[in-house]
Each structure stands twice: as structure tokens, then as C-alpha cells.
């Protein structure tokens, strides 16, 4: 495992935070401030940013310069990820076009979609929604059942997704469609690149627990996308999918650690204001997290290490989202600890206001249904890499 960067990196570290010290106003990074405002228009502002930001040459890190990107090591993406979460840049608005639809369609785009898709996504011109989920199909994907019936050079779909994270903010959907009536479950299938913006799709928020409508249900009813608007080859989407979803197998969890570990102190800060600090078993707890937060780190860096070596994480990589999410919820699970009987409580001292906090406590439950759910990553680990049986 190798700890250092070079001295290119931390060349790129000086320079991408002095940008983010000039471009990030104090008042944004003041914990609850996005959650302040509403919800277009935050969206709107992050949305402005983060194209600002990739006009300036921070985006796309890793990707190659002639598709817009900075062309750079695993390791400038790792401090990438660091500096972003320590400066509390603004969270991406396109999360599903940037991890996963971009490096699918620079590794099985034609050239005309490589050209159209990435550097309108990277300037946030459009935001892509990932339309998969099915109200009968989540994690056995391949139950899906939206349906495209070829008319002319078009395809007409009919359907419904659900769980559509940015739905209501989308301009254009990769979505997983049956094309091919009577094909076996993984046939016929194909990855179609759908407009929002028409008459035949309609895009509904659902409201999460803690207020927001981060996702939603899409529509489908008689709408138009033209054959030629398929990544990969029509009929070949599963493939496909299955490409697009590895994508998320190269991230580290530097980011995640970087950002978990400042929450961590946040939490320690309540716990010492509402003088629980001095509770032997919440010391016991925070103690705890602490310790499986640094396996996390080490986790990371072991990681990156091997991406940088070249070596293809394959299904090793469900380690990862298993160890991120299960340390996250723990240590949110901790903060309840720490507020004990005030745990409803958005401000349980004068001055101590918790809204931004309970908001990240409740999105921790998601972590381990997205992405493949817990139950799931733990029967890849066991199957694909400890080669036990089915
Ligand atoms: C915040 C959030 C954002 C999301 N964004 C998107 C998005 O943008 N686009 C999209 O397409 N989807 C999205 N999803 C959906 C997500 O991919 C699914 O929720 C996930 O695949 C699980 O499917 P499901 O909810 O239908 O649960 P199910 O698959 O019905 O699972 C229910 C339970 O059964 C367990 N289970 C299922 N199969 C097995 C098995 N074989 N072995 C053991 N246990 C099993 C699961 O672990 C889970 O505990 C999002 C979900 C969340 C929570």
C-alpha cells in the first residue's frame, strides 16, 4: 500500500484548492444551508457552479483531455475527492451521468454520442437520470418491464420507473427497456437514451422521510425515442447495464472517509455540548466508529493503490460499498446514541440546532439499499470472490 502522491499531485492539490477557496462562499459551507433553500433553487445554483467549475479544468479528473477531461492519475482524483469534501463544495447535480453513464459511453459510445453526451454533461447542460428500477424490479433487475415497440425509425415506450434520483430536475434518462417481445429475461433488452422533455413522459417527485423529493417515478406513455438513441447495441442493454453499473467499481472511498470523518467530528462537538461526552458507553460507541472509520481509510488507500497498479477491482469492489455504507450508518446510529432521549429533537439546547444533522442521520438508512443493497453486495463477496457456493 503506498500513502504518498507524487509531487504532480500535490501540484494539482494547491491549485484546485486555491480555485475552490475563491469560488466557495463562506455562507455555503454553513452546516443546513443548502437544505435552507428551496429545492430548485439550490439545484439551479449548484447546477451553475459545477459548470464553472468544469470550464475552469476540476471535472472529469481522470477522464481523457479529448472528451473534455483533465486527463488525470487515480491519485489526483482521490485528492480531487478530498479537497472537494473538505472545502463542502457543493454536491454534484448529475451523480448518475458522471459515474456511470460517461464512462460507458467513452467505452461503448458511438462517436457521434461520445461527442453529444459528455461535454454537454460535463457543463451540466443536461442532467441524466438512470431509469433501471421498477416498481417489480430492483435488485433482480432483470424482472424489468417497460416495453419498446418499434414504429418506423422510433421506438414507442411504455412503462414505469421508480426511484428515480433527480426525476424531477432530469432532461434526458438512459433507461432499460424490453425491445424484443418473448426474449429470455436477460435478452432483448436495450439501454435507450430517452428525452424527458416530451409529452409522453411525466416525472413525479416522491417525498423521502426527511422532506426532500431527491427521487422519484417516471412515466412512460407513448414516447418517442429514435432507435439510433441506444447505447450499445439494440437488444444488448443487460450487457450493457452490466458495463455501466461496474463503473462504480473503480471509487476508492477516499471521498466517502473524508467526508464521514469530518461528520464524526461534528457529532463528538454534540456529544461534548450536551455533556454526554462523560457517558462511559457513548465514549465506548464513538471510540468504536472511530476505529472502523480508520479501517475505512486504510481500506481506501489500499484501494486506490491498486487502481493505481492498473488492477481491475472486478467484484472485490462490492467490499468497498459494503464497508462505506455499513461504517456510515453506524455512524449515525451513534449520533442517536449521543442525543439518547432528546433523539426527536431538532434543537435540544438553545443554539444547538440539529436539522442538517437528523436530514444526514435519515439519508444513512438509504446507503445500503442503493447500489446494490447489502444483502446483495454480500452474496457477490461470497460467490465472486470467496468462491463459495450458490
Ligand atoms: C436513495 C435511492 C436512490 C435511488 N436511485 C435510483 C436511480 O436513480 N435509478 C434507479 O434505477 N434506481 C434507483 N434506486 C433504486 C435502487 O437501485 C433499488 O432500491 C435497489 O436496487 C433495491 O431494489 P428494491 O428497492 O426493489 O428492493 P428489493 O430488491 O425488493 O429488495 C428488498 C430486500 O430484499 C433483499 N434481497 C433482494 N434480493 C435478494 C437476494 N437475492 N438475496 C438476499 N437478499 C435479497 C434486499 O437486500 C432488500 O433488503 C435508488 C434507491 C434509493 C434508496
Known amino acids: ?27 455555503w459551507t454553513r452546516p443546513g444551508f443548502w437544505a435552507s433553500l428551496p429545492s430548485a433553487e439550490s439545484f439551479e445554483m449548484r447546477r451553475e457552479w459545477e459548470r464553472d467549475k468544469a470550464l475552469a479544468g476540476f471535472a472529469g479528473i481522470q477522464w481523457p483531455t479529448e472528451y473534455g477531461g483533465r486527463g488525470g492519475t487515480p491519485g489526483m482524483k482521490a485528492i480531487y475527492d ?3 469534501v ?17 464512462p460507458t459511453v467513452m467505452a461503448i459510445g458511438t462517436d457521434a454520442q461520445r461527442k453529444e ?14 431509469g433501471f428500477s421498477e416498481p417489480g424490479a430492483g435488485s433482480d433487475l432483470a424482472a424489468l418491464s417497460c416495453k419498446g415497440v418499434r414504429d418506423g425509425d422510433d421506438f ?9 434520483t433527480n426525476a424531477v430536475h432530469g432532461d434526458k434518462i438512459f433507461t432499460l427497456v424490453r425491445t424484443e417481445p418473448g426474449a429470455e429475461r436477460h435478452r432483448g433488452i436495450s439501454m435507450l437514451l430517452i428525452d424527458m422533455h416530451q409529452p409522453g413522459v411525466e416525472a413525479r417527485p416522491l417525498k423521502q422521510i426527511s422532506g426532500a423529493s431527491e427521487f422519484g417515478e417516471v412515466f412512460f406513455t407513448d414516447a418517442r425515442v429514435p432507435a439510433s438513441e441506444c447505447l450499445g447495441e439494440l437488444g444488448d442493454g443487460w450487457r450493457t447495464a452490466m458495463l455501466l453499473l461496474s463503473f462504480e467499481r473503480g471509487a476508492s472511498g477516499i471521498a466517502q472517509y473524508t467526508e464521514f470523518r469530518r461528520q464524526y467530528d461534528e457529532i463528538a462537538s454534540v456529544a461534548r455540548a450536551l455533556g454526554r461526552d462523560r457517558d462511559p458507553v457513548v465514549r465506548g460507541k464513538l471510540a468504536g466508529v472511530l476505529t472502523e472509520l480508520e479501517c475505512l481509510r486504510y481500506h481506501a488507500m489500499h484501494v486506490l493503490t ?23 450508518q453506524d455512524l449515525w446510529e451513534v449520533f442517536d446514541d449521543v442525543l439518547g432521549p432528546d433523539a426527536t429533537l431538532r434543537e435540544p439546547v438553545p443554539g444547538l440546532d440539529l436539522t442538517a444533522m437528523h436530514a444526514q442521520a435519515m439519508w444513512s438508512r438509504s446507503v445500503t439499499i442503493w447500489g446494490g443493497s447489502s444483502q446483495v453486495q454480500r452474496n457477490i463477496v461470497a460467490e465472486r470472490v470467496l468462491g463459495l457456493p450458490r
Open 156 to 164: 414507442v415506450v411504455n412503462g414505469q420507473k421508480v426511484w428515480t
Open 117 to 130: 453526451i459528455i461535454g454537454p454533461m460535463l457543463r451540466n447542460e443536461v442532467i441524466w437520470c438512470q
Open 1 to 27: 500500500m503506498d500513502l504518498s502522491y507524487t509531487a504532480e499531485e500535490e501540484k494539482f492539490r494547491e491549485e484546485l484548492r486555491g480555485w475552490l477557496r475563491a469560488h466557495i462562499p463562506e455562507e
Open 86 to 102: 473538505r472545502a463542502r463544495a457543493p454536491q454534484t447535480v448529475n451523480p448518475l451521468g458522471l459515474t456511470f453513464l460517461a
Open 82 to 84: 478530498e479537497e472537494t
Open 306 to 328: 491498486q487502481v493505481e497498479q492498473g488492477r481491475d477491482l472486478g467484484f472485490e469492489a462490492s467490499m468497498t460499498k459494503l464497508q462505506w455504507s455499513e461504517t456510515f
